[in-house]
């Protein structure tokens, strides 16, 4: 797995196993891959942001606190990241199984695992039940 595809993985996988939103620096701090000058990194946390975004992945961009307007936090809800599966044909659904086979379980990886104990380290709840059984390999 190439180094972007790899940290765009477990920006996902951070962002929904989290009970509350994250901020820059967090993901920084946590998510392997965020390296070099601050400006830098928020480039590239912007490009990879747009690229799950077209890739059909909603980001929700929150304040961490309604009180006071501070730096954004962001989150994905495993709501809004579910497949659903009720309008698939018989064929579509035949074809998502295949994928499957073709598909293993990264989602617990130790780089997975490592990211998780990172933001639970930090104080940051984390919902692991809400991560995707599937992931590339």
């Not at 000058?37 to 980001?59: A, C, H, T």
């Not at 698939?88 to 199984?97: E, G, I, R």
């Not at 104080?123 to 995707?132: A, F, K, V, W």
């Amino acid at each position: 797995m190439s180094r972007k595809s790899e940290r765009l993985v477990n920006l996902v996988i951070a962002l929904l196993a989290t009970r509350r939103s994250l901020t820059k620096s967090e993901i920084f701090r946590t998510i392997d891959g965020y390296d070099g000058s601050e400006e830098s990194m928020e480039r590239m946390f912007e490009r990879d942001k747009d690229e799950l975004r077209s890739l059909g992945i909603e980001i929700e961009v929150s304040g961490l606190d309604p009180l006071f307007d501070d730096e954004a936090g962001y989150r994905i809800r495993p709501e809004s990241y579910a497949l659903s599966l009720r309008d698939l044909t018989p064929t579509q659904v035949t074809l998502l199984s295949l994928a499957a086979q073709v598909w293993q379980d990264a989602a617990f990886t130790d780089l997975s695992q490592q990211a998780l104990r990172k933001l639970t380290s930090i104080g940051i709840d984390t919902d692991s039940s809400q991560l995707p059984v599937m992931a590339p390999r």
